[in-house]
């Protein structure tokens, strides 16, 4: 950055007094991108994804494209944000978004038509396909479309919710939809040597004795799927949380922490509580904003330490896990020929 700043302003970059001026204008850009929300919301929402990508585990390398030099025969060419190689072996273009419908929940998403295809001329001399991912933040989900599900009209492409849900690749990534033994249960013992009794206004003043969590009834001893069973506690889509208690004899024997959300279907044994880029990404959410305040545009912990990354093999024992991976109607005839 300084040396693209020294030649603009004719300076050699042994220029004493040129370093002052370069940190005066970092301190203008800084203070400029600071107090444009858009700005910084994109940054967090790119960099938001890259983490998700890496801590579903399904990419073996995720590398930021549209940075360093970049020398080109034609200016039409723009670069999309990252070039990625996925545990299958297949390398994908990304150009990453952030779409807020706070006052239209359904509006199409859009572009001009002349931005998406700078990206798709720089993907196509590649010869390697481009995707968008979108984070539809009113629903707080991702979706991962091939660019030709853009419609065109005149200067604008656009691409509304439904199709790119019907289209959706995240699962290229290694994103599914999760069903978990249900109901899932965090439960607090209290301890029956100390005092646990219920007073007269219905308040009990007790102690942890131990805490316990339980999946369609059965306790979960296996320390991962505990791990796991904490997780999806914290981050599944649950409407909201209950906590009923056992009383008995005027005594406090626990209390459980029980997630709920929609059951369409009630005599399944299962309960999809979300795709696990969604959980990732409140969990993300968590760690960098505070009081509906950004706090940071990455956290404190690098990417494996975002999720759990559940082994293909693994079904559960007490915790019974269920996954739903999402294959797009393309044919692969089409796949391979998509910025053709």
């Given amino acids: 950055m300084f040396d693209e700043f020294a030649r603009e302003k004719g300076i050699a970059i042994s220029n004493q007094d040129g370093g002052g001026q370069f940190i005066e204008q970092l ?11 858009t700005v910084v919301h994109g940054f967090r929402i790119q960099t938001m994804f890259a983490y998700v990508a890496a801590a579903l585990g399904g990419c073996r390398i995720i590398t930021e494209e549209d ?18 190689l996925t545990t299958a ?43 968008f991912a979108i984070y539809w933040r009113r629903w707080q989900i991702w979706t991962l479309t091939p660019v030709d599900c853009f419609k065109q009209i005149g200067d604008k492409s656009s691409l509304n919710l439904l199709n790119a849900l019907k289209k959706d690749e995240m699962a290229l990534l290694g994103d599914c939809r999760i069903g978990i033994s249900k109901p899932l249960v965090m439960r607090f013992h209290a301890d029956s040597t100390k005092l646990r009794s219920i007073d007269s206004s219905g308040k009990a003043q007790f102690t942890i004795g131990n805490v316990s969590f339980h999946a369609g009834g059965k306790e979960i001893a ?67 904003v505070g009081d509906g305040e950004i706090l940071r545009l990455s956290p404190q912990v690098d990417p494996e330490k975002l999720g759990v990354l559940i082994p293909k093999e693994h079904k559960g024992e007490a915790l019974g896990i269920w996954r739903f991976y999402q294959q797009s109607s393309l044919s692969d005839a089409k796949k391979q020929n998509i910025v053709s």
């Avoid at 301190?27 to 929300?37: C, G, I, M, Q, S």
Wanted: hydrophobic share 40%; glycine share 4%; charged share 25%.
């Fill in 27 to 37: 301190a203008v850009a800084l203070k400029t991108h600071r107090e444009t929300p």
């Fill in 222 to 288: 296996n320390e991962f799927e505990q791990k796991l069973a904490w997780f999806f506690l914290n981050y599944g889509t649950w409407q909201h949380l209950e906590l009923p208690a056992k009383i008995e004899n005027n005594e406090l024997i626990y209390f459980d922490v029980t997630g709920v959300c929609d059951d369409p279907n009630p005599e399944q044994e299962f309960l999809i509580i979300g795709s696990l880029s969604q959980m990732i990404s409140r969990q993300f959410n968590s760690l960098t």
């Fill in 89 to 131: 072996g297949r390398e994908i273009f990304v150009e990453v978004k952030n779409f807020d419908q706070q006052e239209e929940p359904m509006a199409d998403f859009v572009l001009k038509s002349d931005y998406l295809i700078s990206i798709q001329r720089y993907a196509s001399a590649f010869q390697k396909p481009l995707f």
């Fill in 67 to 84: 940075a360093g030099d970049l020398f080109v025969e034609s200016p039409n060419f723009k670069r999309p944000d990252f070039r990625m």
